[in-house]
């Protein structure tokens, strides 16, 4: 909400020395074995930034039944449809509030994304498009004043 993208986030939170989910889970003593692991720790990534953004247990909705089994003898996780999910609201207290998320909802869908040499978005990044072919308006190249 405060103009940084999820790529600028990670970058942060690495820089920072936040532990990452898998980092955290080791070091409270909670052994994971990943086969993907480049680094020495596991940084952060824009896919677990982004997870946290979409999840809607931090405004206090519960989801449980998203997947299924078809039977005891296909072990394989079959996706279910999201009509058929349970969903529980106000289930437990949120962390943050609905306003806020449906912002961060809204800005996730928006073009929003910084040029290499940028660490912020610009406000109307992927909301000003030309009127005449739709196309988006580069914000960064136009001076306001």
């Known amino acids: 909400m405060s103009g940084m993208g999820q790529t600028g986030i990670v970058n942060y939170l690495n820089d920072q020395g936040v532990l990452s989910f898998m980092e955290y889970k080791h070091s409270i003593g909670i052994n994971i074995q990943d086969s993907f692991k480049i680094h020495k720790q596991a940084e952060w990534s824009a896919m677990s930034v982004n997870r946290i ?34 969903r529980i609201e106000q289930n437990h207290e949120p962390i943050i509030t609905d306003p806020e998320f449906a912002l961060v909802q809204r800005l996730l869908g928006l073009d929003t994304r910084t040029s290499p040499n940028e660490e912020k978005v610009y406000p109307l990044s992927g909301l000003a498009v030309c009127g005449d072919c739709g196309a988006l308006i580069e914000i960064a190249k136009i001076s306001i004043f």
């Open 53 to 86: 953004l979409e999840n809607e247990v931090y405004i206090g909705t519960l989801i449980q039944g998203r997947h299924t089994i078809p039977n005891h003898k296909i072990k394989k996780f079959m996706d279910k449809p999201e009509k058929d999910w349970i």
